[in-house]
């Protein structure tokens, strides 16, 4: 069994530099349900699954809850929670020489499952012209704190598995949507095409999407999409390739 497990690690290992360049493709699935309470307030529960490695492994899933303020036409508050359970993907650490080349390897940690809490807010500003464009600016403020866990990690150095504790992690982003729509009145379809930026004192990904919302009836809308993540600046541990998203939500409202 340990002899299995290491030769796939040699595997993994030797074809880690070939994965960090590529992309990959992966499936979102969510389910949403929002209650109207009045003609400003509303409130929502959302359960969402994704996977990567072209759709091969499930990379997270998550349920939150949601509130909406309708300030008027032109502006919305909202603030919300989600709880996410990740599959975090598995990560090699070097040894360097003098110089900064590589020495070797140093620790290997297997991909684990550990749970994320995340907050949010935000404002949105919308603006519909004549010829049924709608144009919305979405700025949203999330906080998503990771809590400590055990994880088991191989040594290369002594040739051994060891326990290691993952320490507790907190970030503060900015994401700022831009958003363009074709929202006619009774119509079955509305096309919408927006880009996202994630901030953390520099940009660490921009989501391109493109997708159109379908009215199956009055309770029921349905949401198709394609989204291509770009990653820029983000830290070892929250290492993502570019990932190219096919989407499909199921909206219900009541």
């Given at each position: 069994m340990e002899r299995n497990r290491l030769s796939t690690l040699l595997v993994m290992l030797a074809m880690s530099t070939v994965v960090l360049a590529q992309s990959e493709g992966g499936l979102i699935v969510s389910l949403e349900a929002e209650k109207k309470i009045d003609r400003q307030w509303s409130v929502g529960v959302e359960a969402d699954l994704?996977?990567?490695?072209?759709?091969?492994?499930i990379d997270r899933w998550g349920v939150g809850v949601n509130a909406d303020f309708k300030f008027n036409k032109y502006l919305k508050l909202s603030a919300g929670y989600i709880l996410l359970d990740n599959n975090f993907r598995e990560s090699?650490?070097?040894?360097?020489?003098?110089?900064?080349?590589?020495?070797?390897?140093?620790?290997?940690?297997?991909?684990?499952?550990?749970?994320?809490?995340?907050?949010?807010?935000?404002?949105?500003?919308?603006?519909?012209?004549?010829?049924?464009?709608?144009?919305?600016?979405?700025?949203?403020?999330?906080?998503?704190?990771?809590?400590?866990?055990?994880?088991?990690?191989w040594d290369f150095d002594n040739s051994q598995w060891e326990d290691k504790t993952r320490g507790e992690k907190g970030k503060n982003q900015l994401r700022s949507r831009l958003q363009v729509e074709y929202d006619k009145k009774r119509a079955r379809l509305t096309p919408y095409a927006n880009v996202e930026l994630y901030h953390a004192w520099a940009i660490e990904k921009i989501r391109y999407t493109i997708g159109t919302e379908m009215g199956l009836n009055k309770q029921f809308s349905l949401n198709v999409y394609y989204r291509f993540q770009d990653m820029k600046n983000v830290d070892w541990d929250d290492y993502d390739p570019d990932m190219h998203y096919l989407g499909l939500s199921l909206k219900y409202k009541f």
């Amino acid at each position: 069994m340990e002899r299995n497990r290491l030769s796939t690690l040699l595997v993994m290992l030797a074809m880690s530099t070939v994965v960090l360049a590529q992309s990959e493709g992966g499936l979102i699935v969510s389910l949403e349900a929002e209650k109207k309470i009045d003609r400003q307030w509303s409130v929502g529960v959302e359960a969402d699954l994704r996977s990567r490695n072209d759709f091969k492994t499930i990379d997270r899933w998550g349920v939150g809850v949601n509130a909406d303020f309708k300030f008027n036409k032109y502006l919305k508050l909202s603030a919300g929670y989600i709880l996410l359970d990740n599959n975090f993907r598995e990560s090699v650490s070097y040894n360097y020489n003098s110089d900064g080349s590589v020495k070797g390897y140093n620790n290997w940690c297997p991909s684990y499952w550990g749970v994320r809490h995340r907050f949010n807010a935000s404002v949105t500003g919308t603006y519909k012209f004549g010829n049924n464009i709608r144009l919305s600016l979405r700025e949203r403020w999330q906080y998503t704190y990771r809590p400590t866990a055990n994880v088991e990690r191989w040594d290369f150095d002594n040739s051994q598995w060891e326990d290691k504790t993952r320490g507790e992690k907190g970030k503060n982003q900015l994401r700022s949507r831009l958003q363009v729509e074709y929202d006619k009145k009774r119509a079955r379809l509305t096309p919408y095409a927006n880009v996202e930026l994630y901030h953390a004192w520099a940009i660490e990904k921009i989501r391109y999407t493109i997708g159109t919302e379908m009215g199956l009836n009055k309770q029921f809308s349905l949401n198709v999409y394609y989204r291509f993540q770009d990653m820029k600046n983000v830290d070892w541990d929250d290492y993502d390739p570019d990932m190219h998203y096919l989407g499909l939500s199921l909206k219900y409202k009541f």
